[in-house]
């Protein structure tokens, strides 16, 4: 089973920043893809953006331009940096793995959540 773990999520006003981390076993990191999803109260789970270890990274529509995925491998992290949060973004935060090209999709292993407050 493979273990991954956010941490960073809170409650920012809208406008601000937020950087969301996931830690992720090191054979998972180096081989899988690893994205990050959320899901706000009732609506269903969505895509955020997904990257690999080379590098080639993907964003949903919503986000492209205010979230930025990075990686420090000496470290076993992928970031989430969200700048110039909405009250929309509001939501769970997920991190999620998969053996495969990065992008939307079904994933294989999922991390528990961390809240994303945005207030208006």
């Known amino acids: 089973q493979v273990q991954l773990v956010e941490s960073g999520g809170g409650l920012v006003q809208a406008g601000g920043s937020l950087r969301l981390s996931c830690v992720a076993p090191e054979w998972t990191f180096r081989n899988y893809a690893m994205g990050w999803f959320r899901q706000a109260p009732g609506k269903e789970r969505e895509f955020v953006g997904a990257?690999?270890?080379?590098?080639?990274?993907y964003y949903a529509d919503t986000v492209r331009g205010r979230f930025t995925i990075s990686r420090d491998s000496a470290k076993n992290t992928m970031y989430l940096q969200m700048s110039n949060l909405k009250p929309e973004d509001t939501a769970v935060y997920y991190c999620?793995?998969?053996?495969?090209?990065?992008?939307?999709?079904?994933?294989?292993?999922w991390g528990q959540g961390t809240q994303v407050t945005v207030s208006s």
């Open positions: 999620a793995a998969r053996y495969g090209v990065p992008g939307p999709g079904e994933y294989d292993y």
């Open positions: 990257d690999n270890w080379s590098g080639r990274t």
